[in-house]
């Protein structure tokens, strides 16, 4: 069964404090891990695709990487504004769907 | 271009009651999606369409159904609400191995 397992649950960060976000995955085969940012009271607003490992993708203050077992997102110089929960998806290569699988997610908190 | 619309965005039913809520993308995506997110539970997926007239049962399809009869539309319908059915619901649509974007999403509470 494809798992996906997002640590640490909660992260609370100064103003400038740079920190990482662990995705850990099992899947029969990744076609694509997927990271989204969840502000309160809102849809997952999509942020990076990442294929193969070695890959890395950036916006703003924020890096995503991947390995075989895990992916992370790191936040450089974080502002109050990146102050989210961020998700972390998995899409299967095998057995045709496109179905994603989500992990629990993050909230990030960052303090002025 | 809007993107993902969903409405209600928020609705208060009484169990045993009935509604549909209404998902509609002007992506012209094949693929659309719905998920129920429950705190420290994440998204599960309830039903997905792979296109108009094609639907198949994700992870937690019970007391649920839906229907495609256009690229646009995807509702969902609750048949007779139970208080689990409490929960916050998202739709989403993608292109084929694409990324899924998501609607605002409504919040459902079953008294």
């Known amino acids: 069964e494809d798992q996906v397992t997002q640590s640490p649950e909660a992260l609370r960060l100064q103003e400038g404090e740079s920190s990482s976000l662990n995705c850990s995955y099992t899947v029969s085969g990744l076609r694509g891990l997927f990271w989204y940012r969840q502000d309160p009271g809102k849809g997952p607003e999509f942020l990076f695709t990442l294929y193969s490992a070695g890959e890395e993708k950036e916006k703003e203050r924020l890096k995503a990487t991947l390995t075989k077992k895990e992916s992370f997102l790191h936040i450089t110089a974080p502002k109050p504004e990146d102050s989210a929960t961020y998700l972390c998806a998995v899409q299967a290569a095998q057995g045709g769907s496109e179905k994603l699988v989500f992990g629990k997610g993050t909230k990030l908190t960052v303090n002025p | 271009n809007a993107g993902v619309t969903q409405t209600p965005k928020f609705r208060i039913l009484k169990i045993g009651q009935s509604m549909t809520l209404q998902c509609t993308q002007d992506m012209n995506h094949n693929y659309m999606y719905w998920y129920r997110q429950d705190p420290g539970m994440g998204l599960k997926l309830i039903y997905y369409s792979v296109g108009a007239g094609i639907t198949d049962k994700g992870e937690v399809p019970n007391g649920y159904n839906v229907s495609r009869s256009t690229t646009e539309d995807f509702p969902l319908r609750l048949e007779l609400a139970a208080p689990s059915q409490t929960s916050v619901y998202f739709c989403?649509?993608?292109?084929?191995?694409?990324?899924?974007?998501f609607g605002p999403g409504t919040r459902l509470t079953v008294l």
């Open positions: 989403a649509s993608s292109s084929r191995w694409g990324a899924q974007f």
